[in-house]
């Protein structure tokens, strides 16, 4: 999509902290970080959210939460914990609609329910 920031992103069209980058995956720091570490891992190909995801796309999504894996023990958040979260669709909290998976760690979180 050519107006999509996360896509202007990973054709380097747009700055951005990237701290992990491969042929199917960019990760890179999120601009209004909710904790010391906030990571945002998106496909390079352009997917509008989980519920874009088709059969073909299953090693793409596996492959996602284990760059995650990586970026949390290289960020020395693994074995503290991490909080990894995925929005889908405008009630569910998404704002940029391109699939993406945000990595939160390095302070103690609050309990998602309350």
Request: charged share 15%; with cysteine.
């Amino acid at each position: 999509m050519s107006d999509c920031v996360f896509c202007k992103i990973v054709k380097n069209e747009v700055s951005a902290s990237i701290v992990y980058h491969d042929e199917q995956v960019t990760a890179f720091r999120d601009i209004h970080p909710v904790a010391p570490t906030h990571i945002l891992i998106v496909p390079n190909k352009h997917i509008h959210s989980v519920s874009g995801l088709t059969t073909e796309d299953e090693a793409l999504a596996g492959h996602l939460l284990t760059v995650a894996g990586r970026l949390a023990s290289q960020e020395g958040i693994a074995q503290s914990g991490y909080r990894i979260i995925t929005n889908t669709g405008a009630h569910g909290g998404q704002t940029v609609f391109h699939l993406h998976v945000h990595l939160i760690g390095g302070q103690p979180m609050r309990h998602p329910m309350g």
